[in-house]
Nanobody, 119 residues
Framework: QVQLVESGGGLVQPGGSLKLSCAASGSIFSMDTMGWYRQAPGKERELVATIFSGGGTNYADSVKGRCAISRDNAKNTLFLQMNSLKPEDTAVYYC?????????????WGQGTQVTVSS
């Protein structure tokens, strides 16, 4: 089993920065893919960024150049550095882990952390 706990959200002014963290526990492997998703009120959950086991990354066009995803495998922690935040970045941000467990692939989600960008 895998548990994911996000932290670091809050209220920030436009143009500000936040760094989100996701602490993973349980059966974690360095081969797992991890990512950040977000869901704004009235909208579907969307991908923000993904980091693969080899260190490769993928970003949504809306955050390219403003966000950086990273992971510390030794501490089983995922990060998302967000800069130049905009009001449209306001959402609940979720951590996701995808890994092969048993006989198939499984997705695990955290409970989310609220990010509000407002003056």
């Amino acid at each position: 089993q895998v548990q994911l706990v996000e932290s670091g959200g809050g209220l920030v002014q436009p143009g500000g920065s936040l760094k989100l963290s996701c602490a993973a526990s349980g059966s974690i492997f360095s081969m797992d893919t991890m990512g950040w998703y977000r869901q704004a009120p009235g909208k579907e959950r969307e991908l923000v960024a993904t980091i693969f086991s080899g260190g490769g990354t993928n970003y949504a066009d809306s955050v390219k150049g403003r966000c950086a995803i990273s992971r510390d495998n030794a501490k089983n922690t995922l990060f998302l550095q967000m800069n130049s935040l905009k009001p449209e970045d306001t959402a609940v941000y979720y951590c996701k882990l995808t890994g092969f467990r048993g006989t198939g692939w499984s997705d695990y989600w955290g409970q989310g952390t609220q990010v509000t960008v407002s003056s």
